[in-house]
């Protein structure tokens, strides 16, 4: 007879633990860490029927970039993406002040610096399970 190593013959009482949110260090701010909230099976289906129109728009910008304006137009939609993201998945932010003030999602989208941002948003997105091609879709 073989020893089993499944969890569930460990301890059939004990409950799974799961936690919603996970905390992550800036590999560009050391020090600040941020607490994002991880998807649940709705919260991934709504951010991705908000991002769609978003990410088509953007799509389209990135296809015809000779078009004037068209490079920064992807790159605006790209910043709405990433604000839109970081409103629905980060929790709070440890560790940074921004004009003498502990840092909130708001003023750090507001005021804060832009590489933060976007290495959050790029976080969440890993979070998500969101591949490149999952992004843009």
């Known amino acids: 007879m073989t020893k089993s190593t499944s969890h569930l013959d460990e301890s059939p009482n004990a409950p799974v633990m799961y936690?919603?949110?996970?905390?992550?260090?800036?590999r560009l701010w050391p020090g600040v860490q941020?607490?994002?909230?991880?998807?649940?099976?709705?919260?991934r289906?709504?951010?991705m029927q908000e991002l769609k129109s978003l990410a088509s728009e953007q799509?389209?910008?990135?296809?015809?970039?000779?078009?004037?304006?068209?490079?920064?137009s992807a790159a605006e939609l790209q910043t709405r993406i990433d604000e839109m993201v970081i409103r629905t998945a980060l929790l709070?932010?440890?560790?940074?002040s921004i004009d003498g003030q502990p840092a909130?999602?708001?003023?750090?989208?507001?005021?804060g610096p832009e590489n933060l941002s976007r290495e959050i948003a790029e976080a969440i997105a890993e979070e998500s399970f969101l591949n490149e091609d999952e992004r843009k879709n």
């Not at 709070?92 to 940074?96: D, P, S, T």
């Not at 909130?104 to 005021?111: A, G, K, N």
């Open 59 to 72: 799509a389209f910008h990135r296809a015809a970039p000779q078009e004037a304006g068209g490079e920064i």
């Open 45 to 47: 289906h709504r951010l």
């Open 92 to 96: 709070e932010i440890k560790g940074l």
């Open 104 to 111: 909130t999602v708001e003023s750090l989208i507001d005021s």
């Open 19 to 26: 936690e919603s949110a996970v905390w992550l260090g800036s």
């Open 34 to 43: 941020f607490r994002l909230l991880r998807m649940s099976l709705i919260r």
